[in-house]
């Protein structure tokens, strides 16, 4: 499948899945669980951020979809949902990282092995370590909970893992906060003026995100790997 054709389906998927979105949010009162939910977590203060950063952990390690999470946690925290959600990605995928390099090596390998990307993956890591490590996060080849195995059988050392992780997730982190925040903005009504202002800034994050994105895309193919 060529390159072209392979963005077209990745653009009908999402298209899907936003249809799919709307559809339910007006069959089913997902906005009042929303609010609800957020209301709960905020209610209980420290004790529901550290309740949402055991969740998180635990999801990256069971490889749950993490976006989902983030946008809650825009949802729930505005702004402050930023610190929240990087310690808690970067916990959680370091304890990934760490099953994989001391408890689940061999069944990780295998998988490695089996899959050509996957190998070129390894074998970039070895050359250039961190780097990798970053290029994927800002631009993921492989699903971000799955990286955190992969990159547990290479031979990076694990603070240079931790933080290029820290680092390299920071775009998508943003963008998927910033989208869980227009769900809070449209909680608390608003004018024309506001969400206007709120639109022009998520394009902007977005437009950010696909430019850093195009950008670690291209250096992973001078690595080898296709993106």
Same mark, same amino acid.
């Given at each position: 499948?060529?390159?072209?054709?392979?963005?077209?389906l990745r653009l009908v998927a999402v298209s899907l899945v936003l249809?799919?979105?709307?559809?339910?949010?007006?069959?089913?009162?997902?906005?009042?669980?929303?609010?609800?939910?957020?209301?709960?977590?905020?209610?209980?203060g420290w004790r529901g951020v550290l309740l949402f950063v055991a969740?998180? @952990?635990?999801?990256?390690?069971?490889?749950? +979809?993490?976006?989902?999470?983030?946008?809650?946690?825009?949802?729930?925290?505005?702004?402050?949902?930023?610190?929240?959600?990087?310690?808690?990605?970067?916990?959680?995928?370091?304890?990934?990282?760490?099953?994989?390099?001391?408890?689940?090596?061999?069944?990780?390998?295998?998988?490695?092995?089996?899959?050509?990307?996957?190998?070129?993956?390894?074998?970039?890591?070895?050359?250039?370590?961190?780097?990798?490590?970053?290029?994927?996060?800002?631009? +993921?080849?492989?699903?971000?909970?799955?990286?955190?195995?992969?990159?547990?059988?290479?031979? @990076?050392?694990?603070?240079?893992?931790?933080?290029?992780?820290?680092?390299?997730? @920071?775009?998508?982190?943003v963008l998927y906060l910033y989208i869980g925040a227009l769900g809070?903005?449209?909680?608390?009504?608003?004018?024309?003026?506001?969400?206007?202002?709120?639109?022009?800034?998520?394009?902007?994050?977005?437009?950010?995100?696909?430019?850093?994105?195009?950008?670690?895309?291209?250096?992973?193919?001078?690595?080898?790997?296709?993106?």
């Amino acid at each position: 499948m060529t390159g072209a054709a392979q963005r077209a389906l990745r653009l009908v998927a999402v298209s899907l899945v936003l249809l799919a979105l709307a559809c339910l949010w007006h069959a089913l009162p997902l906005g009042e669980w929303l609010a609800a939910l957020r209301l709960w977590m905020l209610l209980l203060g420290w004790r529901g951020v550290l309740l949402f950063v055991a969740i998180y @952990i635990v999801g990256a390690v069971v490889l749950a +979809p993490e976006a989902l999470l983030t946008i809650l946690a825009g949802f729930a925290y505005g702004a402050w949902g930023l610190p929240v959600v990087l310690v808690a990605a970067t916990i959680g995928a370091s304890l990934a990282f760490l099953i994989a390099r001391y408890l689940a090596r061999d069944r990780v390998r295998a998988l490695v092995a089996e899959r050509r990307n996957l190998a070129a993956i390894d074998r970039a890591v070895a050359a250039d370590g961190w780097k990798i490590v970053a290029l994927l996060r800002l631009s +993921p080849l492989v699903p971000f909970n799955l990286q955190n195995y992969l990159f547990g059988v290479t031979a @990076i050392p694990f603070a240079h893992f931790a933080c290029a992780t820290f680092l390299g997730i @920071i775009p998508g982190t943003v963008l998927y906060l910033y989208i869980g925040a227009l769900g809070e903005a449209a909680e608390g009504g608003g004018g024309a003026v506001k969400w206007a202002l709120f639109a022009a800034g998520l394009v902007a994050t977005a437009l950010v995100a696909v430019l850093v994105a195009a950008k670690a895309r291209a250096s992973l193919r001078d690595a080898g790997m296709r993106a």
